[in-house]
């Protein structure tokens, strides 16, 4: 890694590296190009980044010239993050999805039930998780828009199916794919210093279906033949066994803090809809969040909450904590 990168470099690298559609993606790099400091030591990477710009820039005149979008599908980031759903077909995707939220994907014992992608809003306490149904990956068969959907997702949760024999290979089958692109799963999320464009997405591994007798004994099978360093969660997608584990995992892998709001004009803060922030953002992040005149024109702010004393005054880049109070003054 070249030394000296900029915090505003290693913020567009992220998004970048999150990018869910070309357009998005030449932005970022655009910005990244921008942001780099220019000396002999990051000139590897200046020219790789020239060389991606002018790769996306051509991607996207023929995406808009036949019309057909390689990375297509965007469904907006809702809640406080996003984790996508993986796995081979009948590994239980929708059941999972059934089980965690509102959302009413068709399931069924046959393969190729799931067509296009699907979310619905997971509850953790008072904050809701978008969770993303998908299409299964097998060795022939891999929708390109999953590319910007496990890119841009948080956290991909990798379901095996324990109900068949052929679980495992299905699930080898999509991590055998993914290592053939550049959207791949990991331990940890990150851009690989080498090669600019080559995503990892964080995992957790889900075993589906403990209920069933032989799942025990694929599940050590797994184990001996798909050896990998993700966190493991098994579960019962339809009896239930092992989802409030999973369900907090998923929240606390995002490292949020929620904060409410408050008028200074009203007595009592908004309880109903909390805001949510990266552990480590500020008040001047928040005030942002709610409006860019806001940030700009932020005189103090007041805190409410564990780390100080109620209504204690702060500055912009007082770091909020998790059930914060917050008045913003301008
Ligand atoms: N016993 C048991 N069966 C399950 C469980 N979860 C899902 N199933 C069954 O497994 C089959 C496939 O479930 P789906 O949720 O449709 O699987 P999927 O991964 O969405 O499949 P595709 O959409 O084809 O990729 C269905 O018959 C479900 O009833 C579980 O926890 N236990
Ligand atoms: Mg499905």
Redesign the pocket.
């Known amino acids: 890694m070249p030394a000296n990168l900029t915090p505003q470099y290693l913020k567009a690298e992220e998004e970048y590296r999150r990018a869910g559609t070309l357009e998005e993606e030449l932005k970022w790099l655009q910005v990244m190009l921008q942001e780099i400091p220019k000396h002999k030591g990051t000139d590897k990477l200046q020219a790789e980044l020239k060389r991606k710009i002018s790769e996306a820039k051509k991607q996207l005149q023929s995406e808009r010239s036949t019309g057909r979008k390689t990375r297509g599908i965007r469904i907006p980031r809702q809640g406080a993050g996003t984790a996508v759903l993986l ?10 999805l059934r089980s965690m939220t509102r959302a009413t ?10 067509k296009a992608p699907i979310p619905g809003m997971m509850p953790w306490e008072d904050v809701f998780v978008q969770l993303i ?1 998908t ?2 990956i097998t060795a022939d068969y891999f929708e390109p828009y999953m590319h910007g959907l496990i890119r841009s997702a948080d956290l991909a949760l990798l ?1 095996v ?1 324990l ?1 068949s024999d052929g679980g495992i290979e299905d699930c080898q089958a999509v991590l055998e794919h993914l290592s053939k692109t550049k959207t791949r799963l990991s331990a940890q999320s990150y851009l690989d210093e080498e090669d600019v464009g080559l995503s990892y997405t964080r995992a957790f591994l889900v075993p ?2 403990v ?2 007798e032989e799942a025990a004994v694929r599940l050590e099978l797994l184990h001996e033949l798909v050896p990998l360093d993700f966190p493991e969660y098994p ?5 239930g066994t092992g989802l409030e584990a999973l369900r907090d995992a998923i929240y606390r892998s995002l490292d949020v803090v929620r904060v409410y709001s408050k008028l200074p004009t009203a007595k009592q803060p908004d309880l109903q809809r909390p805001f949510t922030f990266r552990r480590g953002s500020t008040v001047l992040d928040m005030a942002e969040e709610v409006h860019k005149e806001l940030a700009k024109n932020l005189k103090f702010a007041r805190v409410w909450g564990s780390a100080v004393h109620d209504g204690t005054v702060v500055k912009g880049d007082y770091v909020l904590q998790d059930k914060d109070v917050v008045e913003l003054h301008v």
């Open positions: 796995g081979g077909p009948n590994a239980g995707k929708s059941a999972f994907p068709e399931v069924a014992p046959y393969p190729f039930t799931t149904d299409p299964p379901l199916d109900g589906n279906k209920d069933l579960i019962s997608a339809e009896q």
